[in-house]
Each structure stands twice: as structure tokens, then as C-alpha cells.
């Protein structure tokens, strides 16, 4: 999807940023012109980040976020407040996966990093990045990144599905009160990706996986990034408080390949 010169110089702020997804969409936005602050609680991995997308270092801000404390998202927000004023876009794509186990047996710090990650956080960025924006007169745009989970509900996942649907509850109310500011925020589902160097999939869980897949393929890096940059972008200007699942058709229901036989 080409948005010609929109993004450039657009300040652009991404958590999770050293991940597989948040690197696809930081590079998607670098590619369009924008100025980019690359948030992880790996700030190690940040540098690699800023040298595969060929950044300048000296215009890029980077931030070590942990995002199950309050004062490191503060800290973040400060330091966009000090270099910017205030961002035009945020994704919040951190978020974590973990496959927990029966609820029964599950650890209540364990439930508790979940919710803290995939739904507390959210909430405190949108909370400190809305105050920079109105304090700046911002149009700004949020986009947090969901997942099919929210509307599913498979042993073993429970935590995850639960905190993905109460992600998307929280979009709509910040859309809602965030509105009357010309701030939006929306929510993409991504689809299927078979792993990462930071969180390796095995080969016979990725073919199982892709089979189950509609459209016959895994998410690539140019999916997930353009509906993203779909809804930060003009063109989705009468658009807030929704979810759009970039997903190959996989969070339909089952698929069942047809037989040849």
C-alpha cells in the first residue's frame, strides 16, 4: 500500500519494537519517511534494530520499557515529551504469548504479567501519550495490536484469549473518550507468523498452523504493517474504535482443506 509522502516526518512511537512484528511495522514506517521511537524492554536488541533499518541514530530515540512498571512507561513518555512535544502516532504492539497451561495450575504472578503486559500497559501509554497530544493540540492516532484470541477460547490459553478481548473492550472506550480530541484508536489483529530468532517455532507446528489458514499462507511482513499504516493514514480519518483481523481468514472459524478424494 503506497501513502506517498503522508508518514514523512511523522513522529512514530512502537513497543515491542525488537519483536517480529514490531520490527515489520517500525521498518514500514521508516521505508514512508517517518521518525521513529523504538520502545522494548530488550534495549540491547534496539541498536541491532536501528542498524538492520538503516537509521540514523541520532534523530531515532530509543527507550528500554518495561512495561509491567508504571515508572518506566512514565519514563518513556517523558522522553518523547523532552525530544518531541509529543508523538503523532503510537502502536502498541508489545504484548505476550504464553501458552500457561490449565487454569487450575496456573501461577497468579504468571496471570498477573499477562494481564500487566497485554492490557495494563496499554492503558498507561495510551493515558500518557493522549495527555502529550492534547497538551499539543495532536490529531494523534493509536493503533494497538489484538489478536483472533479475543474471540476464541482454547484450553491452555485462557489468560491470553481473556486479555486480548478486554484489549479491544479498552480500544473502544479510549476511542470513544479520546474522540472529542480528533484522536482515534483503532485495533489490528495480525495473523500467523512462523517465529522469529526470539521466539522459535517448530517447523511441524508452523505447517500445522499454515494449514489451517484460508488464504494457504503465514502473515508476511508487508501484511500486518499496511493495515496499520491503513489506519494512522488519511484515508481512515472517519475511522476509530474498531478491529480489523489481517489474518488470512484464520480467525473465521476451522478450516478444513478440501479432499481430493
Given at each position: 500500500?503506497?501513502?506517498?509522502?503522508?508518514?514523512?516526518?511523522?513522529?512514530?512511537?512502537?513497543?515491542?519494537?525488537?519483536?517480529?512484528?514490531?520490527?515489520?511495522?517500525?521498518?514500514?514506517?521508516?521505508?514512508?519517511?517517518?521518525?521513529?521511537?523504538?520502545?522494548?524492554?530488550?534495549?540491547?536488541?534496539?541498536?541491532?534494530?536501528?542498524?538492520?533499518?538503516?537509521?540514523?541514530?541520532?534523530?531515532?530515540?530509543?527507550?528500554?520499557?518495561?512495561?509491567?512498571?508504571?515508572?518506566?512507561?512514565?519514563?518513556?513518555?517523558?522522553?518523547?515529551?523532552?525530544?518531541?512535544?509529543?508523538?503523532?502516532?503510537?502502536?502498541?504492539?508489545?504484548?505476550?504469548?504464553?501458552?500457561?497451561?490449565?487454569?487450575?495450575?496456573?501461577?497468579?504472578?504468571?496471570?498477573?504479567?499477562?494481564?500487566?503486559?497485554?492490557?495494563?500497559?496499554?492503558?498507561?501509554?495510551?493515558?500518557?501519550?493522549?495527555?502529550?497530544?492534547?497538551?499539543?493540540?495532536?490529531?494523534?492516532?493509536?493503533?494497538?495490536?489484538?489478536?483472533?484470541?479475543?474471540?476464541?477460547m482454547p484450553?491452555?490459553?485462557?489468560?491470553?484469549?481473556?486479555?486480548?478481548?478486554?484489549?479491544?473492550?479498552?480500544?473502544?472506550?479510549?476511542?470513544?473518550?479520546?474522540?472529542?480530541?480528533?484522536?482515534?484508536?483503532?485495533?489490528?489483529?495480525?495473523?500467523?507468523?512462523?517465529?522469529?530468532?526470539?521466539?522459535?517455532?517448530?517447523?511441524?507446528?508452523v505447517d500445522?498452523?499454515?494449514?489451517?489458514?484460508?488464504?494457504?499462507?503465514?502473515?508476511?511482513?508487508?501484511?500486518?504493517?499496511?493495515?496499520?499504516?491503513f489506519l494512522?493514514?488519511?484515508?481512515?480519518?472517519?475511522?476509530?474504535?474498531?478491529?480489523?483481523?489481517?489474518?488470512?481468514?484464520?480467525?473465521?472459524?476451522?478450516?478444513?482443506?478440501?479432499?481430493?478424494?
Open positions: 500500500m503506497q501513502f506517498g509522502d503522508e508518514f514523512v516526518g511523522k513522529r512514530v512511537v512502537i513497543t515491542g519494537a525488537a519483536g517480529i512484528y514490531g520490527g515489520w511495522i517500525a521498518a514500514a514506517f521508516a521505508k514512508a519517511g517517518a521518525t521513529l521511537c523504538l520502545s522494548d524492554f530488550r534495549r540491547d536488541l534496539l541498536d541491532g534494530v536501528v542498524a538492520r533499518l538503516g537509521l540514523n541514530p541520532a534523530t531515532t530515540l530509543l527507550h528500554g520499557t518495561e512495561l509491567t512498571q508504571s515508572d518506566s512507561i512514565r519514563e518513556l513518555a517523558a522522553l518523547v515529551a523532552a525530544e518531541w512535544g509529543a508523538p503523532d502516532i503510537v502502536i502498541n504492539n508489545a504484548g505476550v504469548y504464553p501458552r500457561t497451561g490449565e487454569l487450575l495450575y496456573l501461577a497468579e504472578a504468571e496471570f498477573d504479567r499477562i494481564m500487566s503486559v497485554n492490557v495494563r500497559a496499554p492503558f498507561l501509554v495510551v493515558q500518557a501519550m493522549a495527555r502529550l497530544m492534547i497538551a499539543q493540540t495532536v490529531p494523534g492516532v493509536f493503533v494497538n495490536i489484538g489478536s483472533g484470541a479475543a474471540r476464541q484450553t491452555g490459553s485462557v489468560t491470553y484469549c481473556m486479555s486480548k478481548t478486554a484489549l479491544e473492550r479498552l480500544s473502544k472506550g479510549q476511542a470513544l473518550e479520546l474522540a472529542p480530541h480528533k484522536i482515534r484508536v483503532n485495533v489490528v489483529e495480525p495473523g500467523f507468523a512462523p517465529g522469529s530468532d526470539f521466539s522459535h517455532l517448530p517447523a511441524e507446528y500445522r498452523m499454515t494449514a489451517r489458514i484460508p488464504l494457504a499462507r503465514n502473515s508476511g511482513p508487508d501484511d500486518t504493517p499496511g493495515a496499520v499504516m494512522c493514514s488519511a484515508a481512515a480519518a472517519y475511522i476509530t474504535g474498531t478491529a480489523i483481523a489481517v489474518d488470512g481468514g484464520n480467525s473465521i472459524g476451522t478450516y478444513q482443506p478440501a479432499s481430493n478424494s
